[in-house]
């Protein structure tokens, strides 16, 4: 039957004159091949769904293992910048319930992008679409604003030395004072932070 089933749908079968017997042979033999059982089907959908989980998680940006002390609301400058480029938002950060509320917007008052922190969880604010680079952003703005003496607490992979504060191949936080600093990312953009104040260009 080997034979005969490496001629199946062969060209060269066909114009050879393969006959009606080893054509219904072949036909017998795909028939024999063990269709994927419900349980198969089940397991692969089950190894992609973790598949694709722990690639989430591996790429969720890391949050405070408590809330760190803010004293809010905080209205930030913040700059961001990308080879030649420039863009300038303005960010506010306030309690509201159980959580943190961020709202970014452009110098013209253009939201651009807004969630709630609640119980290690981001979650949207309104109905602007998804924004990844923001929320990276928040979280990392989170790591650079939790004071000092909670940061251990907080992040026990992250060091500080003086003005530069590090969460390894994530995070990189250079102060110049506590609320004006340069956050840095592995792969770019470069964020200049300041406290909004009324000469903001």
């Given at each position: 039957m080997s034979s005969a089933i490496q001629n199946c749908g062969s060209g060269l079968a066909r114009e050879s004159g393969v006959s009606v017997d080893i054509i219904g042979e072949c036909q017998t033999a795909f028939a024999s091949k063990p269709a994927p059982t419900g349980f198969a089907v089940l397991l692969?959908?089950?190894?992609?769904?973790?598949?694709?989980?722990?690639?989430?998680?591996?790429?969720?940006?890391?949050?405070?293992?408590?809330?760190?002390?803010?004293?809010?609301?905080?209205?930030?400058?913040?700059?961001?910048l990308m080879a030649d480029q420039r863009q300038d938002w303005v960010l506010v950060i306030q309690q509201e319930g159980p959580g943190l509320r961020w709202?970014?917007?452009?110098?013209?008052?253009?939201?651009?992008?807004?969630?709630?922190?609640?119980?290690?969880?981001w979650?949207?604010?309104?109905?602007?679409?998804?924004?990844?680079?923001?929320?990276?952003?928040?979280?990392?703005?989170?790591?650079?604003?939790?004071?000092?003496?909670?940061?251990?607490?907080?992040?026990?992979?992250?060091?500080?030395?003086?003005?530069?504060?590090?969460l390894p191949e994530r995070w990189d936080v250079r102060y110049s004072r506590p609320l004006s600093f340069e956050l840095n990312l592995p792969k770019g953009p470069k964020y200049q932070v300041t406290p909004l104040s009324a000469d903001t260009p």
């Amino acid at each position: 039957m080997s034979s005969a089933i490496q001629n199946c749908g062969s060209g060269l079968a066909r114009e050879s004159g393969v006959s009606v017997d080893i054509i219904g042979e072949c036909q017998t033999a795909f028939a024999s091949k063990p269709a994927p059982t419900g349980f198969a089907v089940l397991l692969r959908f089950v190894l992609l769904g973790f598949a694709l989980l722990l690639s989430a998680c591996a790429s969720r940006a890391p949050l405070p293992e408590h809330s760190p002390t803010l004293a809010l609301p905080l209205q930030l400058h913040i700059q961001r910048l990308m080879a030649d480029q420039r863009q300038d938002w303005v960010l506010v950060i306030q309690q509201e319930g159980p959580g943190l509320r961020w709202s970014m917007m452009d110098l013209l008052g253009i939201p651009q992008a807004r969630q709630k922190l609640i119980d290690g969880d981001w979650q949207a604010d309104g109905l602007l679409p998804p924004n990844p680079e923001a929320r990276e952003l928040f979280a990392a703005l989170l790591f650079a604003l939790t004071p000092e003496g909670e940061l251990h607490g907080n992040y026990p992979t992250a060091s500080q030395h003086g003005g530069q504060r590090v969460l390894p191949e994530r995070w990189d936080v250079r102060y110049s004072r506590p609320l004006s600093f340069e956050l840095n990312l592995p792969k770019g953009p470069k964020y200049q932070v300041t406290p909004l104040s009324a000469d903001t260009p």
